[in-house]
């Protein structure tokens, strides 16, 4: 392969043909998403989503913080599932979907209290409830849309 084009722009060669490598190019670079089933990118979205609650939680500097860093992955969970069942993301959908996080930090609140000023495992602990909380709303989500119901 010639590496001296830095563009994806087919070269030209003595003659006027083009050595067009593009369709192995496009191989080594199609997205793994694309070739997933829908159930399988719906698991990759829940397990994407809990790991970033998790990992944002664990990194957050005062304890009660991680709920502002958790919301918004949350919502993006949320609006990536309702995509892959083809439902409209709506501003309604956002609401409803901060609620159900504001509610889930109850289950949190606990955790803090009881490790608040724990340096490393107050922070374990706050990732691995994140991480719950995260994966049990996305199965909810999940199961309602397999059901055909509407999100709340």
Known sequence: MDHSNPTDEPQEHAGGEHHDSDAHEHERHASPLSEMT???????????????????AAIAPLPGSDSVAIMPIQVAMVAGLAREYDIEVST????????????????????GLLLRWTPFAGNLVR?????????????MILDRLEAGKELP
């Open 92 to 111: 309604a959908l956002v609401k409803s979907t901060i609620y159900a996080s504001l509610g889930s930090i109850t289950g949190r609140a606990g955790a």
């Open 38 to 56: 829908r159930e399988e990118r719906c698991e990759w979205i829940v397990n994407g989503a809990s790991a970033a609650a998790a990992a944002a």
């Open 127 to 139: 990732g691995g409830v994140a991480a719950g909380v995260t994966q049990t709303m996305g199965r």
